[in-house]
């Protein structure tokens, strides 16, 4: 089980107002939907198309970037059914899925949000490495 495709369908980047005091970012990523998708290769599997949000909301309130997409991420065929299924009744995927998609989803996300904030001179979404300097008489 593969991720093989991934696209962003929607992107917006909202500054509500200027860059006060402490500010705290709530990072948040999750699948809005799952449904099999048509590929002509490999008949040994099948692709899913998931379709993601992803979302940075700045507190106190001055702004938010969400990011929605899709990701086609190729199963075995016999798996298929499982999955759809389990999805339809509980909106739930398998942990393996799950775990393969989100953290290909964040590795996108994460850098294009990083960009956008950067355009909207908005704080880092994710924490940057930082040098500090040593101390004295170490």
């Not at 989803?105 to 960009?115: E, P, R, W, Y």
């Amino acid at each position: 089980m593969t991720v093989i495709g991934f696209s962003f369908t929607k992107m917006l980047v909202d500054k509500t107002g200027p860059v006060k005091g402490k500010v705290s970012i709530n990072n948040n990523v999750g699948i809005r939907n799952v449904e099999e998708t048509k590929l002509n290769i490999n008949t040994a599997k099948k692709a899913l198309k998931l379709d993601f949000e992803f979302s940075s909301t700045y507190d106190p309130n001055i702004g938010k970037i969400i990011l929605e997409g899709e990701v086609i991420y190729l199963v075995d065929k016999d798996k298929t059914d499982d999955i759809l299924k389990n999805w339809k009744k509980n909106k739930k995927l398998e942990q393996e899925v799950m775990n393969a998609v989100l953290n290909y989803v964040l590795s996108k996300c994460n850098v294009q949000a990083l960009i956008l904030s950067k355009d909207m001179n908005l704080p880092p979404p994710i924490p940057l490495p930082k040098i500090t300097p040593p101390k004295e008489g170490k």
